[in-house]
């Protein structure tokens, strides 16, 4: 759930930004800085932030809705296990979707403009396009880039470890976090280290199945 939420999120901000970013309005290059900012901040200063931003007590984002009438009271959202996984999600998605938007948009900068143009005259709008030429165009880079943020969020539960450290009870606990727990809180390095070995072989499932679903090969290109 971790895995699969976070992808799906940050994707489709990435691709959403990326679209905006490829329009070349006014303002362009100040929006890029903003979207790309939070994936140059480090995970540790993130987490630690958004800890901040959301504390139960002190809480800015707590303050505005309550201010605005959408909670009764403040909440402590990574204590309650109805909604730890969901804030850490939001977390991790306003953190990583800038990964995307920089690869879709290198790749929305090779679609040649006449492929669009030619759509429109045909009575094609902006949904059609982006199903009929968009996407298409963009399969490759989107696998690759789906592929190597899993590889990247599986590896890496440094988030959940500042924000949650896998509590309340179980509820933001993941493979990669239990391992790292097990090794250095327990000292049972030869059981973290099967846990880690069971990571890798799940990852490399994962990674042949997807290109083969996304029919990334040479011979299905060259059709």
Do not use: C
């Not at 690869?103 to 709008?125: C, N, Q, W």
């Not at 890798?200 to 040479?218: C, D, E, N, P, W």
Request: hydrophobic share 55%; no cysteine; glycine share 8%.
């Amino acid at each position: 759930m971790w895995v699969a939420a976070a992808v799906a999120l940050e994707l489709s901000l990435g691709l959403l930004a990326a679209t905006a970013l490829n329009r070349d309005l006014p303002g362009t290059k100040i929006f890029a800085v903003l979207i790309l900012l939070p994936y140059f901040l480090p995970n540790v200063v993130a987490g630690h932030m958004w800890a901040l931003l959301l504390d139960p007590r002190l809480g800015v984002i707590n303050d505005l809705l309550v201010r605005i009438g959408v909670l009764q009271s403040y909440k402590a959202w990574f204590a309650d296990p109805n909604t730890a996984l969901a804030a850490t999600i939001l977390v991790e998605a306003w953190h990583g979707f800038p990964f995307f938007a920089l690869l879709l948009l290198a790749g929305l900068k090779g679609i040649p403009e006449d492929l669009y143009k030619a759509a429109a005259v045909d009575g094609a709008g902006l949904a059609a396009q982006l199903r009929l030429i968009t996407l298409p165009m963009l399969k490759t880079v989107i696998a690759a880039a789906v592929i190597l943020r899993v590889i990247g969020l599986v590896n890496s539960p440094d988030l959940l470890l500042i924000l949650t450290g896998g509590g309340p009870g179980d509820a933001t606990q993941v493979l990669s976090l239990y391992a790292f727990q097990t090794a250095y809180k327990e000292f049972n390095f030869g059981y973290a280290s099967a846990l880690s070995v069971v990571m890798f072989v799940t990852l490399m499932i994962f990674a042949a199945g997807y290109i083969r679903i996304s029919r990334i090969t040479k011979g299905q290109g060259d059709d």
